[in-house]
């Protein structure tokens, strides 16, 4: 399965939606993606997982190593809505602990342009 990543910035922050499967193959692809959301300005990086599938440990590490980037610039790195099968594995890493997950896309900033199913 390919990976998609959008993202969308707004002032200090940017949202990232990734789509697809992040693995060995796929990460580099959103390591470009936060790269770039870093590099353009955002201090919050957002990353919206609700349409992610898989994310093996190279996935991990690429959220990881942009964490420390965007708090390197004094901000923060946010995951939002992992599906059960990430979660899991954020909960075995104990990166549950480290990072911000927010369960739901609800909890995005509005001015991020989500669209609201209601």
Not at 38 to 48: M, N, Q, W
Not at 89 to 118: C, H, K, Q, Y
Request: charged share 25%; proline share 3%.
């Amino acid at each position: 399965m390919e990976l998609k990543i959008s993202s969308r910035s707004h002032a200090d922050y940017a949202v990232v939606t990734v789509r697809g499967e992040i693995d060995l193959y796929t990460a580099p692809q959103l390591q470009s993606g936060l790269v770039n959301a870093v590099d353009d300005g955002a201090r919050r990086l957002i990353v919206d997982m609700s349409r992610v599938e898989f994310c093996d440990s190279t996935g991990m590490s690429v959220l990881l190593s942009a964490m420390k980037r965007v708090r390197a610039e004094n901000g923060d790195l946010e995951l939002v809505a992992p599906k059960p099968a990430v979660r899991k594995i954020l909960e075995v890493t104990g990166l549950d602990t480290v990072f911000t997950i927010r369960d739901s896309t609800d909890d995005l900033p509005m001015a991020a342009g989500t669209n609201a199913s209601g």
